[in-house]
Every structure is written in C-alpha cells, then in structure tokens.
C-alpha cells in the first residue's frame, strides 16, 4: 500500500472527544499503522460531558480521568504514535448548557483553536491531514469547531505570516474529511421506525438526530477498504472505550448494517479537500500520488 522510502510517513487525525479516533476511522488508522504510517490523535475535548453509567466511575475521580485512561487504551491497542490534547472542555450536544461553559470548545475563538493546530502542524509535519466533516457527522458542534479550526490551521501552517510564533512554516500535502456515504444514512433513517426506532433519537441518551447526516451529501474522493486485522484492531480499541458504549454489540437498524458491510466488506470513506479533487476515480489510499 505505502511506498516507505527515507522518511516515515505521517498522519495527523483531529477529532474532537476522546473515542473519535476509533469509532469513526480507527479501522483506517490501524490499517496504516500496520503499514508503517506514524500516525497522531488530536483530540480537541476531554469528552468531560459524555454520560457515563456510575459502574464505570469507579476509581476515576472525573469524567475526563475516565475517558484519559479510556483513551490510552485504544491509543495503545491502535498502536497510535501519540496522542495530544488541545485542553478545551466538551461542549455536549446541541442547544445542552455546556455549549456555554467558558471553557467549552464550542465558545473558544476560531483564531485560539487554529493557532494550537498550526503549531502541531508545523511541528509532526504531517503528510495527511484528517478530520471530521463540515456538518460535524451528526452535528455535534464540538466536531463543527474542530472541522473549522483544522481547516483554517491547514492553510495558516504554509503562511509565514500567519501565526509567526509557532514555528516554521509546513504545508502537508492533503487534508481530507471523513464522511458517511449519503445512501447508506438515507437507508439507516428509513429502516429504524421498522426496529421501532426515532432517528431523530438515537443513541443511548436518544439526543442523537441522525437526520442531520442527511443534511449535506458530501462526495466521496477515497474509499478504504479494510482488512480483517484492522476492523479486529478497531474493535479492540472500541471496548476500551467501554463507558461510550464500545464493545457492545450493536442493535436495530445498525445491527442489519453490520451484517451488510460484513457481506460486502468494509469501507471508511472520505472526502478530499485539497488537493481540490478531480474528476478521476476515487482514491484506493490517502497517500497517493505522493512521492
Ligand atoms: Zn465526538
């Protein structure tokens, strides 16, 4: 998959909680650690406001203590060459209270946000950047903030005459934006009131409105298939995550999908922003065309 010559190459994934970087891509990731990519998680939020049942405080004096030693694991399962914190608070769901903590990431300046990001940018020089999309999956603004201070940093690191301070300037060479294919949510929102299901509910807490992913039909310029040991490496680092919920089995509609991809065989796929994508088939590997 990966031509390594003199150098290792690099990945940066920006994700916003504790726990993003394995249940949205972290098939992908493994997949490339496995081939030899340094890979990094940025993760913008200590996940402090996720809801977690009392069995899994024990020991841990906070949430955000929890979802740390949460993360180590996955990071240690995934084989993650780091993880960094960018020390905002959770910002919750949508229109919740702690959108408007001080602290939350949902209220921090773009500006603030994006000059962290440039200077760990210019610091690991990633060749592949990769975040959430636009929309922040289901809406979530704490991926909103971080899709939005990513792609502002993205092009900030190459200026030097932006951010002067944070080191010398690097412009990685791709930034892409993991998205869901369209079709499949479309069919997942229409199947669940057959599994006796809201999708403007959904999730364990039911604030979840899995109708927001249909909002935009984001293209797809990259398709990674996955390979039985990441899904299995991925699966491992999701019931590290045991207080969000990962490493239980999956229910209703989602449960059916599984079983598809399964069939099928499995896909995370993206959206490429710069590059500015052609019109030429989609991308079998973030990394191509690079030297
Ligand atoms: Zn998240």
């Known amino acids: 998959m990966l031509d390594i010559m003199n150098r290792q190459k690099t990945m940066i994934f920006f994700g916003a909680h504790p726990d993003d970087e394995t249940f949205g891509i972290g098939a992908t990731l493994a997949q490339y650690i496995a081939a030899g990519v340094k890979v990094y998680y940025v993760c913008a939020t200590g996940g402090e406001v996720g809801t977690v049942d009392p069995e899994y405080m024990k020991g841990f004096a906070t949430i955000a203590d929890l979802r740390s030693a949460e993360m180590k694991c996955a990071a240690q399962v995934l084989g993650l060459a780091g993880v960094i914190y960018l020390g905002y608070r959770d910002s919750g769901m949508p229109g ?53 201070a ?28 993991l998205v869901r294919p369209h079709g499949f949510m479309k069919v997942i929102v229409k199947i669940m009131p057959l599994f006796g299901q809201n999708p403007h509910q959904a999730g364990r807490n039911k604030d979840i409105d899995l109708t927001r992913m249909l909002d935009t039909n984001y293209p797809v310029h990259a398709v990674i298939r996955l390979n039985k040991q990441s899904l299995q490496i991925r699966n491992k680092a999701a019931a590290c995550h045991a207080s969000q919920g990962g490493g239980r089995p999956r229910q209703g509609p989602f449960r059916v999908f599984q079983i598809i991809e399964k069939l099928r065989g499995q896909r995370d796929y993206f959206m490429r922003h710069y590059p500015p994508p052609t019109n030429q088939r989609p991308e079998r590997d973030l990394f191509e065309g690079m030297k």
């Open 96 to 148: 919740s209270g702690d959108n408007k903590h001080p602290d939350s990431l949902a209220i921090a300046s773009i500006d603030e946000v994006a000059s962290l990001i440039v200077k760990i940018i210019r610091e690991l020089k990633p060749d592949v950047v990769v975040t959430h999309d636009a929309g922040g999956g289901y809406g979530h603004p704490d991926h909103i903030a971080t899709h939005n």
């Open 150 to 177: 990513v792609l502002k940093a993205f092009y900030a690191a190459a200026d030097p005459t932006q951010y002067t301070a944070a080191g010398p300037v690097f412009q990685p060479s791709k930034l892409y934006f």
